[in-house]
């Protein structure tokens, strides 16, 4: 019996044989290319290859995940485009005259070693990306067949990482769990394994070797911990558990349609938070009541240029229309230093956390929180939208975001272009805005608390330090009486206040925030059903 510990993605438990998906160590041979230009025309055909499997990929993966979790396929095709990518392939080809195989896979390397040496978590997740393209490129390149993943039984997936590419050809309904050694929780491992409300452990410290293939293994998702050859009584008691989770399962979807409301009256707004509009189906699958935290970075992320004001608002557009005439929550921009887009040109910070990011930016470089706003007022004639602002900390702030939010209302008035001023707010996320939210709650329509950075900040913890793990106390005196500062003096103003965080979904908190008189909490999608239960049980 072999055990081992590392993050959870997604709490549950499975219990299952084990495939391994083990990369073949394809050693690229190097060879001297007689004729450069030949081989630069070798990598040029094998692009165009490339892309048209990358394109069938994306139609599968728009069926079967929604068009934005698809759209990374579309960005591996702008990789292959890209001139950064390209022209360091084809300088090695003609500076050290080696052949196309070898210099693709040695760029890969590169690329993929820069990003992996990045500090923020979701850069690193994107060094599988580049893997990925060009582990596809030399397979082009060498004629290699690629392996056939749509065919399995049902399986614990165990692999060093997952690429896309993997994940889309899987048989969602055959996994019953992911386990990697590498992989973060902006993985598409971890992203897929939330979406399909299925256990994952990611950092697990596993040797693959030591692994055969049906095996017997659990995975357990509460303790972040699996078990390979888990003896008899072990896998009889997993069993149990995993029945009393379906059977769990099971009781809560008898709330789906159910007020989220307290045996003595009082109601609640329960909310979701999500990343994407493909998540926007997992939302009206758990019946939130709306959508409390509408992350708009996706659109920003993972790509090369800036996001156009259409784009956005296609978007925007889709999202609110999905949601009918639920509330629909977008929070605006929130990206800094320590995510390494490069077309933003932000450059390197020593503490990111405290540093250039979200609202500062937008105040900063207005002519990105213009085009963002645009979109904004625009989808907002299309259903119950409403925008927050991230990271506030002062009174001026606010008054600057209202200023550029009527001089873009000018704008669209001036072109005739159709609009709506959305209700306004700002997310609570520092000290300092709430030692001030008494003076903020006159200027906005409502707070959400992002417990989160409100925790980090206040502890003067990193949440993303292992080694401050047993400091890190969201649960602290100083959290909670802050949050009810925070509720009170958005009260005393007619305003309302939610909280958008983990601690939303923190069921052992739920009954004190109802105390306290929170009137939203905004929770993953798949938290929503156990939120409500514990809210109707409350007195």
């Known amino acids: 019996m072999l055990k081992f510990s590392g993050k959870s993605v997604y709490k ?100 993929s070693e820069i990003f992996s ?113 888990p003896t008899e009584d072990i896998c009889q008691k997993v069993r149990v558990r995993i029945q009393e989770e379906n059977e769990k399962l099971q009781l809560l979807q008898n709330l789906k349609g159910k007020e989220t409301v307290t045996r003595s009256g009082r109601s609640i707004r329960l909310y979701a938070n999500i990343g994407s509009v493909s998540d926007i189906g997992y939302v ?47 929070r605006t921009l929130d990206i800094g230093a320590d995510k390494q887009v490069d077309y933003f040109k932000l450059g390197k910070e020593d503490n990111p956390a405290m540093g250039y990011r979200a609202i500062r930016i937008c105040l900063k470089q207005p002519e990105i929180f213009r085009t963002q706003l645009r979109a904004l007022l625009r989808a907002a004639v299309y259903g119950n939208l409403s925008v927050m602002y991230p990271m506030i900390t002062s009174v001026w702030e606010v008054r600057r975001v209202y200023q550029i939010v009527e001089e873009v209302r000018q704008e669209l008035e001036e072109q005739h272009i159709p609009y709506r001023i959305p209700e306004q707010g700002i997310m609570v996320e520092t000290p300092a805005a709430v030692m001030i939210s008494d003076e903020l709650a006159e200027l906005v329509d409502f707070f959400s608390i992002g417990t989160n950075d409100l925790t980090q900040y206040t502890l003067a913890i990193d949440r993303q330090n292992a080694k401050l793990d047993d400091f890190y106390d969201p649960h602290h005196k100083a959290i909670l009486r802050m949050i009810r500062m925070v509720v009170e003096n958005a009260h005393k103003c007619g305003k309302w206040a939610g909280i958008c965080g983990e601690l939303g979904a ?25 939120v409500r239960k514990q809210v109707r049980e409350i007195m």
């Not at 004190?512 to 939203?520: T, Y």
């Open 117 to 229: 040496g990045m500090e923020d978590e979701y850069m690193r997740a994107r060094a599988a990306d580049i893997r990925d393209v060009s582990d596809r490129l030399v397979r082009n390149l060498t004629g290699e067949q690629e392996t056939d993943m749509s065919s399995m039984e049902p399986s614990v997936i165990i692999a060093d990482d997952l690429t896309p590419s993997e994940t889309v050809q899987m048989d969602k309904e055959k996994i019953l769990a992911f386990v990697t050694v590498y992989g973060s929780t902006n993985s598409h491992t971890a992203i897929l394994a939330r979406m399909m409300n299925i256990p994952a452990l990611v950092g697990v410290p596993m040797d693959l070797t030591a692994i055969q293939n049906g095996t017997t293994a659990v995975v357990d998702g509460f303790s972040a911990e699996v078990i390979f050859d």
């Open 284 to 330: 009206l699958e758990n019946d939130a009541a709306g959508i409390g935290l509408f992350r708009s970075e996706f659109l920003y992320l993972g790509r090369m240029d800036f996001p156009s004001e259409e784009e956005q608002f296609q978007a925007y557009k889709q999202a609110v229309q999905m949601m009918a005439e639920k509330k629909v929550i977008i």
């Open 12 to 111: 549950g438990v499975a219990l299952g044989r084990v495939i391994v998906l083990r990369k073949e160590n394809c050693q690229v041979k190097r060879t001297r290319a007689e004729n450069t230009e030949e081989e630069i025309e070798r990598v040029r055909r094998a692009a165009e290859q490339t892309k048209s499997q990358l394109a069938r990929l994306y139609e599968k993966a728009v069926r079967e995940v929604g068009e934005t979790s698809a759209a990374i396929f579309e960005v591996h095709q702008m990789m292959l485009e890209d001139e950064d990518y390209l022209d360091a392939i084809n300088s090695m080809i003609r500076t050290e005259m080696v052949n196309a195989e070898y210099a693709v896979a040695a760029t890969g390397d590169n690329f």
């Open 506 to 530: 923190d069921l052992e908190l739920t009954e004190e925030f109802v105390r306290m008189g929170v009137d939203e909490l905004s929770v993953a999608p798949s938290m929503i059903l156990r």
